[in-house]
């Protein structure tokens, strides 16, 4: 049995690469590009295993991307201080606008559904896209389901098609990083390479 859920899994992983839509992927790149050249920063926001990406992310996107980024939930310390005094669902926004939003700047939203403001779920995320459209900060999403909020307020958004309902967070979640990475290892945003890639090149002599 453990044999067919590996083999129906990796089918829905194929599926999903065959439909994902690449266009809103290149909007994004060109978004951050935009962001990079106005030397702005890059705002990455996540809860449960997206914020564990959040981490992944801002360091790819520094390093690789040469994109200034950051992430609230790396400070554990800030975070729980902001929840703690705070409550959870201003404890994004409250650190956005502690680090002074700008038009120049770029909210990544990385989430299996995006928020829901009517059903008051994901508030933090929520809030925290209402501050940046206030400011004019351009935001970008990788996302599932219907996208949520997320979808609704993007300048892009990248939705992970759902193909079993069973197994949405799990794809959500891994599709997050193969996204992500294609976006900072794209020609248009790498600045640095890879260090597997860079030591397996051949020396010309």
């Known amino acids: 049995m453990s044999k067919d859920h590996i083999a129906v899994y990796l089918n829905e992983v194929a ?41 992944h992310a801002v360091n790819d996107f520094r390093k690789i991307a040469h994109i200034q980024s950051y992430s609230p939930t790396d400070n554990v310390a800030e975070l729980t201080a902001r929840v703690n005094d ?14 002074h939003v700008t038009p ?51 300048d892009a958004c990248v939705l992970v098609p759902v193909v079993n309902q069973e197994n949405v967070t799990a794809h959500a979640e891994a599709w997050q ?3 992500w990475h294609a976006i900072v290892f794209h020609p248009e945003l790498k600045m640095t390479e890879g260090k597997w890639e860079s030591v397996q090149k051949p020396i010309l002599s």
């Open 104 to 154: 120049s700047d770029a909210v990544l939203v990385l989430s299996v559904g995006g928020g829901n403001a009517e059903k008051n779920v994901s508030a933090n995320i929520v809030h925290a896209l209402n501050h940046a459209k206030e400011v004019g900060a351009k935001i970008v999403g990788i996302v599932s389901r219907d996208g949520g909020y997320t979808a609704k307020m993007a």
């Open 15 to 55: 599926e999903i690469a065959g439909k994902i839509d690449q266009g809103s992927i290149h909007k994004t790149i060109e978004i951050l590009r935009d962001v990079r050249e106005k030397k702005g920063r890059l705002f990455i926001l996540g809860v449960g295993g997206s914020a564990a990406n959040a981490s």
């Open 86 to 99: 705070d409550g959870w669902d201003s404890v994004f926004v409250g650190w956005l606008k502690h680090n």
């Open 177 to 179: 990083a193969v996204i």
